[in-house]
Protein backbone atom coordinates (compact mmCIF):
# COMPACT_ATOMS: atom_id res chain seq x y z
CA UNK A 1 0.00 0.00 0.00
CA UNK A 2 1.42 3.84 -0.93
CA UNK A 3 1.79 5.89 1.68
CA UNK A 4 0.19 9.25 1.06
CA UNK A 5 2.23 12.16 1.29
CA UNK A 6 2.33 14.72 4.17
CA UNK A 7 0.44 18.32 3.63
CA UNK A 8 3.70 19.80 2.44
CA UNK A 9 5.11 17.23 0.45
CA UNK A 10 0.99 17.21 -1.28
CA UNK A 11 1.44 20.71 -2.02
CA UNK A 12 5.12 20.86 -3.74
CA UNK A 13 3.56 17.80 -5.36
CA UNK A 14 1.16 19.52 -6.64
CA UNK A 15 2.80 22.56 -8.43
CA UNK A 16 5.17 19.82 -10.01
CA UNK A 17 2.75 17.57 -11.56
CA UNK A 18 1.22 20.98 -13.34
CA UNK A 19 4.41 22.40 -13.85
CA UNK A 20 5.35 18.79 -15.61
CA UNK A 21 2.17 18.82 -17.58
CA UNK A 22 2.87 22.19 -18.78
CA UNK A 23 6.41 21.46 -19.82
CA UNK A 24 4.66 18.34 -21.75
CA UNK A 25 2.18 20.53 -23.32
CA UNK A 26 -0.86 18.82 -22.18
CA UNK A 27 -3.95 20.87 -22.98
CA UNK A 28 -5.46 22.33 -19.64
CA UNK A 29 -8.99 20.61 -20.03
CA UNK A 30 -7.46 17.22 -19.88
CA UNK A 31 -4.75 17.77 -17.20
CA UNK A 32 -7.04 16.95 -14.41
CA UNK A 33 -8.81 14.02 -15.85
CA UNK A 34 -5.16 12.64 -16.51
CA UNK A 35 -4.94 13.34 -12.80
CA UNK A 36 -7.94 11.58 -11.96
CA UNK A 37 -10.07 14.48 -11.01
CA UNK A 38 -13.40 15.18 -11.87
CA UNK A 39 -14.21 17.22 -14.97
CA UNK A 40 -15.66 20.72 -14.86
CA UNK A 41 -13.98 22.26 -12.06
CA UNK A 42 -14.36 25.95 -11.04
CA UNK A 43 -11.96 27.65 -11.94
CA UNK A 44 -11.29 29.13 -8.66
CA UNK A 45 -10.34 25.81 -7.81
CA UNK A 46 -8.73 25.08 -10.76
CA UNK A 47 -6.59 28.40 -9.36
CA UNK A 48 -5.65 26.97 -6.48
CA UNK A 49 -4.08 23.34 -7.63
CA UNK A 50 -2.33 25.01 -9.53
CA UNK A 51 -0.66 27.25 -6.86
CA UNK A 52 -0.26 24.19 -4.62
CA UNK A 53 -3.58 23.39 -2.64
CA UNK A 54 -2.81 19.71 -2.50
CA UNK A 55 -5.05 17.53 -4.46
CA UNK A 56 -7.71 14.83 -2.97
CA UNK A 57 -6.61 12.05 -1.01
CA UNK A 58 -9.40 10.59 -2.02
CA UNK A 59 -9.12 8.54 -5.64
CA UNK A 60 -5.42 8.11 -6.82
CA UNK A 61 -4.58 11.34 -7.80
CA UNK A 62 -0.92 10.71 -6.05
CA UNK A 63 -0.42 7.07 -7.55
CA UNK A 64 -1.00 9.38 -11.32
CA UNK A 65 0.86 11.68 -10.27
CA UNK A 66 4.39 8.70 -9.16
CA UNK A 67 3.39 7.44 -12.79
CA UNK A 68 4.13 10.93 -13.99
CA UNK A 69 7.11 11.54 -12.23
CA UNK A 70 8.50 7.85 -13.40
CA UNK A 71 7.60 8.69 -17.09
CA UNK A 72 9.39 11.87 -17.24
CA UNK A 73 12.66 10.50 -14.92
CA UNK A 74 12.63 7.83 -18.08
CA UNK A 75 12.33 10.29 -20.50
CA UNK A 76 14.95 12.23 -19.50
CA UNK A 77 17.07 8.85 -19.47
CA UNK A 78 15.97 8.41 -23.27
CA UNK A 79 16.66 11.95 -24.60
CA UNK A 80 19.63 13.60 -22.02
CA UNK A 81 20.53 16.17 -24.32
CA UNK A 82 17.22 17.25 -25.04
CA UNK A 83 14.81 18.19 -22.53
CA UNK A 84 12.45 19.43 -25.95
CA UNK A 85 12.26 16.01 -27.39
CA UNK A 86 11.57 14.54 -24.01
CA UNK A 87 8.63 16.33 -23.21
CA UNK A 88 7.81 16.33 -27.46
CA UNK A 89 7.29 12.73 -26.56
CA UNK A 90 4.52 12.55 -25.00
CA UNK A 91 2.13 14.32 -27.46
CA UNK A 92 3.71 12.49 -30.61
CA UNK A 93 2.07 9.89 -32.13
CA UNK A 94 3.90 6.48 -31.81
CA UNK A 95 3.35 3.27 -33.67
CA UNK A 96 3.54 1.56 -30.29
CA UNK A 97 0.59 3.08 -29.37
CA UNK A 98 -1.62 2.28 -32.61
CA UNK A 99 -0.83 5.78 -33.84
CA UNK A 100 -1.96 7.67 -31.30
CA UNK A 101 0.14 9.59 -28.66
CA UNK A 102 1.49 8.47 -25.31
CA UNK A 103 -0.80 11.06 -23.88
CA UNK A 104 -3.98 9.56 -25.82
CA UNK A 105 -2.69 6.36 -23.80
CA UNK A 106 -2.65 8.33 -20.71
CA UNK A 107 -5.85 9.84 -20.69
CA UNK A 108 -7.43 6.34 -20.51
CA UNK A 109 -7.21 5.98 -17.01
CA UNK A 110 -4.89 4.80 -14.48
CA UNK A 111 -4.19 1.74 -16.40
CA UNK A 112 -3.10 3.63 -19.67
CA UNK A 113 -0.35 5.50 -17.44
CA UNK A 114 0.73 2.08 -16.33
CA UNK A 115 0.90 0.78 -19.23
CA UNK A 116 3.31 4.13 -20.95
CA UNK A 117 5.43 3.18 -17.89
CA UNK A 118 5.76 -0.23 -18.62
CA UNK A 119 6.51 0.25 -21.93
CA UNK A 120 9.40 2.72 -21.00
CA UNK A 121 10.85 0.23 -18.99
CA UNK A 122 10.42 -2.68 -21.73
CA UNK A 123 14.38 -3.44 -22.54
CA UNK A 124 13.42 -3.04 -26.18
CA UNK A 125 13.10 1.02 -25.98
CA UNK A 126 16.59 0.38 -24.74
CA UNK A 127 18.46 -0.82 -27.60
Known sequence: MQQRPLPDDQSRLT???FRLLDAWDVPKDLQFGLLGLAPGLKKRQVNRYRMGTPLPQDGDCYQRIDLLF????ILRKLFPHS???ANLWVT???LRYG???PLDTMLKGLD???RVERSLNSPEVWH
Open 15 to 17: QRA
Open 70 to 73: KING
Open 83 to 85: ELS
Open 92 to 94: TPS
Open 99 to 101: GYT
Open 112 to 114: GIR
